[in-house]
């Protein structure tokens, strides 16, 4: 189990709260005791306690906008868990989970906010929040292992509405079961096909050419990645800033025109007084 799990069974338990026109103090703890609930259903291991905290927080980090909150709440988290379990301080999982949410805090709704208003909000996070948390996963996965995945982005997005109704229809279905045998089927038919619609897709971009490039192995790998990292976040910037882009490449057309036009002037100043044999006439011209 992921944080995105964990972050869609919260949304959904904060929206299906609110919907009753509950106050948003206890909507909360109404979502947070459901989460509770989910944690225990799956199973209160390490790595699903840790989904939980890291779901939590980026769930927080994207529908607060408080920046500075939530990176409190995420160091505090990995905190009381490597106290809790120091072990997870070399737990390749926690360290991508915290990256993860890391990289949600800190970059997707910057990233998500550059989009034009053309753009539909949801389309915006779908395509932010995954870039977020690879920007930041991607130095770690290289290190395991040395390759770059050329469309991973691609079937984050691709996948992402289908992630939604695997998580929520079929946490819905397991009290049904053993309650309402009949009831149930509905939920699991479409969790069920949502589901080979995620392995569909992900093998679909897995067979494509180039799916699988080859990356330096080490420290070399991981530096080129961060350095790809930043080149990426740079050109998504520039790419959604098509007037600021413009508008730097006519200024800096003008400083090129005019440091050219400059040094040809100085040029041609230097080669004439060289063939005049370094004599410069007086200003007024000759005198009689």
């Known amino acids: 189990m992921s944080g995105a799990n964990c972050s869609l069974i919260l949304g959904g338990l904060v929206l299906l709260a609110r919907s009753f026109r509950l106050a948003r103090g206890i909507a909360a703890v109404a979502a947070l005791g459901g989460l509770a609930a989910f ?28 920046r500075g909150r939530s990176l409190g709440f995420l160091c505090l988290a990995v905190t009381g868990l490597l106290i809790l379990d120091p072990s997870l301080g070399t737990s390749i ?6 990256l993860a949410t890391l990289g949600i805090v800190l970059l997707a709704r910057p990233i998500a906010s550059w989009a034009p208003a053309w753009i539909p909000s949801w389309l915006a996070s779908a395509v932010a929040v995954p870039l977020a ?19 991973s982005l691609l079937t984050n997005i691709a996948v992402a509405p289908f992630v939604a109704p695997v998580t929520i229809l079929g946490t819905i279905a397991v009290p049904l079961v053993p309650l309402f045998p009949w009831l149930a089927v509905v939920p699991i038919a479409v969790a ?18 180039g799916a699988a490039l080859p990356w330096p192995e080490g420290p070399t790998g991981i530096v080129t990645m961060i350095i790809w990292s930043v080149v990426t976040i740079l050109m998504v910037w520039l790419v959604l800033h ?15 025109v005019f440091l050219i036009a400059a040094g040809e002037s100085a040029i041609r100043r230097r080669w004439t007084e060289g063939h005049s044999g370094g004599r410069r006439l007086p200003e007024g011209g000759p005198r009689a």
């Open 242 to 256: 098509p007037t600021w882009v413009g508008t730097a490449v006519l200024s800096l057309h003008r400083r090129l």
């Open 192 to 209: 069920g096909v949502s589901a080979e619609m995620v392995a569909a897709i992900a093998r679909f971009f897995a067979g494509l050419p």
């Open 133 to 151: 948390a690879q920007l930041l996963c991607s130095p770690v996965i290289v290190a395991l292992q040395p390759q770059f995945s050329s469309f």
């Open 39 to 66: 944690v225990m259903m799956v199973g209160p291991d390490a790595s699903v306690l840790r989904a939980a905290v890291m779901g939590a927080i980026g769930l927080s980090a994207l529908s607060a906008g408080r």
């Open 93 to 98: 999982g926690f360290l991508l989970s915290v």
